[in-house]
């Protein structure tokens, strides 16, 4: 026999004697790699708390009628012209300027927020003899309808920007926007030495109708005492400034033209 396939025959012979492992037993199994499509589980998600809102302090109701002690006449035979939301760097400086032509003073009842963003303004209509108003700060028409403290604290805040502006100016008056008094509020003003300031006529010029509808509603309203009501910022008031020329020196001459009192 050739020395090859003796070597051979030896190998397996030793092969099958010692086997290859233990009989009657499968080699384990590997452990199989994850899949590749598995994902790992998603991680909690949490929800954030939800934010807290303080509620919004509730308004006191709307009187049905207006409170008792309102200022509608001038106190005298003379007609009182009321200018409201200013100063206004286009439309101030114009009703000022109509007024001086003509001779007459008018009270301006001025916004905290506009007095303070236009101290010069402010300034001038006092120098100019006319008469500063308090027409709380930024226009609030539910402002009486608000706690004693928060009416206190905007009217203060308003008269402290009118000074501000015009340190010796005196302020008489306190005009609630859009009329919507409170016998809290008359009450809290007079306390400040405030008195209310409402009005008998009424245009509504704040709606911007013609000049020629602002002259006749005036007109035909305007009688000796009368409280005229109109703008002179707020919005668009060429309307107003062009009915001015006209009902100005047409009211002086009929009534004459007076500071309430």
Known sequence: MRPRALSALALGLVLLVTGCGDPGKSPEKAAAPPSASASPSPAPVTKPSPTHTPAKPKL?????????????????????????????????????????????????????????????????????????????????????????????????????????????????????????????????????????????VDPQDWDHPPAKTIIKRVTGATRHGSVVLMHDAGGDRAQTMAACRHLIPDIKRRYGIALPR
């Open 60 to 200: 006191r109701p709307l009187p049905k009628k207006l409170p008792a002690g309102l200022h509608r006449a001038s106190g005298s035979k003379g007609v009182a012209l009321t200018f409201d939301d200013g100063p206004d760097p286009r439309y101030t400086p114009q009703i000022l300027a109509q007024l001086r032509t003509a001779g007459v003073k008018a009270t301006f009842c001025v916004v905290g927020k506009q007095a303070k963003r236009y101290p010069e303004l402010v300034a001038r209509i006092a120098r100019e003899g006319h008469q500063l108003c308090n027409h709380s700060w930024h226009h609030d028409v539910n402002l009486g309808r608000r706690s004693p403290a928060e009416i206190r604290s905007d009217l203060e805040r308003t008269n402290q920007a009118i000074h501000a502006a015009a340190p010796k100016a005196p302020i008489t008056w306190f005009r609630q926007p859009g009329g919507r008094w409170t016998a809290e509020e008359v009450t809290i003003a007079g306390q400040m030495g405030l008195r209310p300031l409402h009005w008998s």
